[in-house]
């Protein structure tokens, strides 16, 4: 199927690995134009040569801090009039007692996954709309939907960035800019493999053990967590040209964890 997106500009921040990485090749795929940041210079550079090697596309790496100001500039300097904008960013640490979480780690928390793509939309849509299509897919975490404890630094910033983008989507859908956000739920991230890696050392186990034990006691019906490559066909559904009357919706990718009708 042609996603009527061949040639435009797409921004992906936090590209370099898993869910981005995954976005990146499916939007690589489709012939878009891309501009991929993310801190790790080796890392950036090597997903974007494999992905432009495999696909054709043209992959502009952007070694770049997109919560802090100087790194937004720097991203938007190369790409100042992106037709779509792709955002997500490594997850926080799991939080134990929520009584103990620090003021800085809210501060940089809020930073990187509330403000930073707030500020990337505001610097975008305006472009958008004068041009007339636009599309805006935000990567956040199911547990913006569905609170728990040991994400307490993940859930709340992003269920107020999908407040935020919904209230914006229904400002600008008439101009054909749409904005709509992906809450995923466990996956195979660089974060995760390394994160149950070393919880697998401690134990005396394997990281297929450590997911398996996590799959059990969290109930996840699909018993495995998520293909990043998978999740990013669904951005690339969400920015294609067929996506022009979806406004404002948040889509839980999960695995079947969360538990609701709706």
């Not at 404890?149 to 999908?162: D, F, K, T, Y």
């Not at 495995?224 to 690339?236: H, T, W």
Request: charged share 20%.
């Amino acid at each position: 199927m042609d996603l009527g997106i061949k040639g435009r500009k797409a921004i992906v921040n936090g590209g370099s690995a898993g869910m981005g990485k995954g976005s990146v090749r499916a939007l690589a795929k489709e012939g878009c134009e891309l501009y991929v940041s993310a801190r790790g210079e080796e890392r950036l550079e090597k997903a974007c040569e494999e992905i432009a090697k495999e696909t054709g596309a043209n992959i502009t790496p952007i070694v770049a801090d997109h919560s802090t100001d100087e790194g937004r500039e720097r991203i938007l300097a190369a790409c100042p009039e992106p037709d779509i904008l792709v955002g997500t960013c490594a997850p926080p640490p799991t939080t134990g007692d929520y009584r103990t979480i620090s003021t800085e780690a809210w501060e940089s928390t809020l930073s990187i996954a509330l403000l930073s793509p707030v500020k990337f939309m505001q610097a975008t849509i305006d472009g958008m709309v004068q041009r007339g299509w636009g599309r805006v897919v935000n990567i956040g975490t199911g547990a913006a939907k569905y609170p728990a404890q040991i994400r307490i630094l993940s859930g709340p910033p992003r269920a107020a960035l999908v407040n935020y983008s919904v209230a914006v989507a229904h400002a600008v859908a008439k101009h054909n800019v749409t904005i709509n956000n992906i809450l995923p739920g466990m996956y195979h991230t660089a974060t995760i493999h390394d994160g149950y890696t070393a919880l697998a050392e401690k134990n005396g186990t394997s990281y297929d053990e450590e997911v398996d034990k996590f799959i059990k006691e969290w109930r996840i019906p699909a018993e495995k967590f998520g293909n990043p490559d998978d999740l990013g066909a669904f951005v690339a559904m969400f920015c294609s040209e067929q996506a022009n009357f979806l406004v404002g919706q948040s889509l839980v990718i999960d695995g079947g964890i969360g538990n609701t009708t709706f």
